[in-house]
């Protein structure tokens, strides 16, 4: 049957009751071409839609052909009106072809009003939607909810369209509440006004797309006669409706900007749904809209048995005589506040009540997992994609590595081939930008064969994988060809050797080469000891665990002894003359420098040759350079107090050496101000230094006894800097040292109790009880099964 006009479908974007109100209208209609507001460039890809392999949420993404991070997107659910009627027009062979402005002037036009550069690097999200009634002077769904009485637009809309039955009433008409639509959108644009000034800064943009849909409009009768229905936001029903000449509306497109596009279907994720960054369709509840859409039938008693079987999944005491209850008030509070079915807010205090006992908690876990969900799309194989992104999609499945939008840790084991393999992946795709994962801590303890990695997977990371396939067409060679880029163009030495590091991870041999010879002149040029000593540890780190991922690393083995014996000859010159700025920085330098060498020296002691620059030796050299920093006058004191901590914690400093190293510091010829950045250095360790003065009582009297020396005058500069130093300690810790000290000092426990030992420890340890609690470390560490071998 046909009609004499092209039926006009006004629907509001990613509502289950649109969606199925439009199909309802399709089936009654039956037109012979199906209009929908979106980018036409997507004509030739609508049809993949009907692809077993294609799955909601999805997006179209159109970005600039030069520039892939100048981007656009479209994005559909399964209850998105454009989708249900994209869906049924490929059910019934029906073309389909969309109208609204070209995705070429679309984002040409966003380039140019954009004021601020960086939001050029922020992909929008638009599908259709993101021009929808934006008015700061009146929402007009505000102002049918105020008409019918309402006080909250989205209640008024769920009430009058998303909790609809599919085409109303028996035997009624599917095309009525469309009409209606029609009508209140006509009325409030003549309320709204036609100029910008009232209808928001989005009506210029509006007026240009609006003219686009009536010559597309005009063009589709001419193909395919008035049996037309076209799909489209319900504001700018009226306006296609309007009577606009065809120059009238040539004229507003004349001139538009336009720049070269390329575009495709990627995978959407509802969390993305949910978000309002950059259109005005974003919707809080893409979980609920999405079970609305799949179960029109008994909606809420199917929604409370989810939300049990959740919560149930995560140890929570629900029964289903709670989810009886639980329907039953989520109905009871739909009558009491006049409402035709229960919504999300009536389910959702229903759910607080009964299954949640009044807790927000587990009712978080409800809204972050089914309100919102974490549905991830899926594209078919045969959607148009960069040969970058197939390269990483055949990797991904090799890998048995899944997209997810949900967060989800990875542990990987480097012995084993296929997490080795994961693991360059990722670190591959960080060094193109791609972000999918996150290293974190491991869980099971440190470590050189173990890697945990977090995953989550977000449409804009399709944009980055765009970018980045100017590198080249597969993830390894572009992840070469831009490490190789990075280490011509840096300019710090530090940035030269975390790329080293980035490269050794990634397992990128070919692009070694040119790092290590960018490497071998920047620091040849470099006499910067901070820049040395910058960059020594992420290099070190290279050799140490190169050999886990299977990497020759005797080149930069020599590297890095070479920068290592070149901060060792420079660091006591480089420590004079420092500012207190300055002089903290150069601390966090000997630390890094401290523990790089230890990782080196280790590396070139097992199994090396005898003459191997990184061997023992190197601790000797180390040492030597530590003792000058400890005992040369003149340097900050937070250096000094930090280099014989240093040499103190490796035992290559007798603890009476210690004694008089921090006698001196703090002798009564030192500025107090001095003498407290000394003991900053020397016990703010991360908090260890506690324990240090917990139980060695000489140098806690030293402290003591300075500490209330201080003149009154002094206290208030240097209380600061003890009060941040004494902080770091656990809070046992202070509780013990401020015990001791209440006692009558440090030794007065001692000589209380016969013995030389500070109060509440022996004076020897008694290894069989310590011994007691090995076992159970063990099992704490994850160590148990090595037989405490492991690190």
Known sequence: MSAPAPVLLGVRHHGPGSARSVRAALEQHRPAAVLIEGPPEADALVHLAADEGMRPPVALLAHAADDPGWAAFWPFAEFSPEWAAIRWALEHEVPVRFIDLPAANTLALRERDDAAPEEKSAPEEDDGEENEPAAPRLDPLAALAAAAGYDDPEMWWEDAVEHRRAGGPAGGDALAPFQAIAEAMAELRAAFGENAADAGPGAERDTVREAHMRLRLREARREFGDAIAVVCGAWHVPALTAKRTVAADRQALKGLPKVKTEIGWVPWTHRRLARRSGYGAGITSPGWYGHLFRAPDRPVERWMTEVARLLRAEDHSVSSAHVIEAVRLADTLATMRGRPLAGLGETTDAIRAVMCEGSDVPLALVQDRLVIGDALGEVPDSAPASPLQRDLTRL????????????????????????????????????????????????????????????????????????????????????????????????????????????????????????????ADRAALDSDVGHLAQALPALVRSVRYGDVRRTDTAALADVAAGLAERVFVGLPAACSGLDTDAAAQMRTHVDAVHQAVALLAEAGASPGEPGDPAGPGMRERWAAVLKVLAERDGLPGGIRGRAARLLLDDGRLADEEAARLMGLALSPGTEPAEAAVWIEGFVGSGGSGGMLLVHDERLLALVDTWLTGVPAGAFTDVLPLLRRTFAAFEPGVRRTLGEQIRRGGPGAAGTATGGGAAGGFGAVLDEERAAAVLPTMRLLLGMAHTGGTER
């Not at 995953?455 to 399709?462: M, N, Q, T, V």
């Open 396 to 519: 991904q499945r090799t890998l048995r590595l899944k997209p997810e939008a949900a967060f989800k840790d990875w542990e990987f084991d480097l012995r084993k081939d296929t997490d080795a393999a994961r693991s360059r992946l990722l670190h591959r795709l960080r060094l193109l930008g791609v972000d999918w994962g996150e290293p974190t801590r491991s869980r099971a303890g440190l470590g050189t064969f173990r890697e945990t990695w977090r995953l989550c997977w977000e449409p804009e990371l399709s944009v980055r994988l765009a970018e980045a396939g100017v590198w080249g067409t597969t993830v390894e060679g572009a992840a070469t060809a831009k490490a190789e880029s990075l280490a011509l163009g840096a300019t710090a030495l530090a940035d030269v050797t975390a790329l080293a590091e980035q490269c050794l991870l990634g397992g990128l041999p070919d692009a070694l080469p040119v790092v290590m010879r960018t490497l």
